[in-house]
């Protein structure tokens, strides 16, 4: 499978390496057994498809799913332009995924798929198709089969929000042993 800036996807053996190939992952500032301090991307590689990606990914902040509750709790945590680009790493890694496994996005709007794919075709060049059949694309016209698919995005919005809420970071496994054991404590 092949897109434009990534290539052949085989080239990547992780989506960590895409991610790194757009310059998407934070600079890892460390020496030797010292703590490892994490700053900003890298900003090596490609910058228009990074600066594509990024634009996108405020694109999805803006509609309702999974990557909107995304957005929601990183801007909470650590401002707007941040959880942008957290957006957008979580993109890369989503088109990975997608481009490895040959899969489509599992929270797609149908319509709104089809309302794209046939304008980009017409601006294309492709012939109007005229007649009393209705296209793919009449289900995007029709106002509650656009309101049932964002409801349904609305949902796993909802479902990943709940599922983020019950979340909490484990302590790792020293700590946690050190505290369980009161051997260590003398």
Same mark, same amino acid.
Do not use: C
């Given at each position: ?13 992780? #989506? ?12 890892? !500032? ?6 490892? $301090? ?24 803006? /509609? ?16 707007? %332009? ?14 990975? $995924? ?24 017409? %601006? ?12 793919? /694309? ?5 106002? *509650?089969?656009?309101? %049932? *698919?964002? !409801?349904?995005? *609305? %949902? ?12 909490? #970071? ?11 054991? #009161?051997?260590?404590? *003398?």
């Amino acid at each position: 499978m092949r897109v434009a800036a990534v290539g052949d996807i085989g080239r990547f053996s992780s #989506p960590q390496k895409l991610v790194s190939y757009f310059g998407l992952n934070p600079r890892v !500032r460390q020496s030797g057994l010292g703590a490892a $301090h994490h700053g900003r991307i890298s900003k090596v590689g490609r910058s228009h498809a990074r600066a594509m990606l990024v634009e996108a990914a405020w694109a999805a902040a803006k /509609t309702p799913g999974p990557l909107h509750a995304f957005f929601v709790r990183i801007r909470a945590r650590r401002g707007h %332009q941040v959880a942008a680009v957290a957006v957008a790493r979580k993109l890369t890694v989503l088109v990975w $995924h997608m481009l490895t496994k040959e899969a489509d996005y599992l929270w797609a709007r149908p319509s709104l798929f089809a309302h794209k794919m046939r304008s980009m075709e017409l %601006q294309a060049g492709k012939p109007q198709k005229k007649g009393n059949s209705r296209g793919p /694309t009449y289900a995007y016209n029709v106002k *509650e089969l656009r309101n %049932q *698919e964002m !409801r349904v995005a *609305e %949902q796993a919005q909802k479902g990943y929000e709940h599922f983020v809420e019950a979340w909490r #970071p484990r302590l790792p496994k020293e700590k946690a042993r050190g505290r369980l054991s #009161p051997a260590r404590l *003398e």
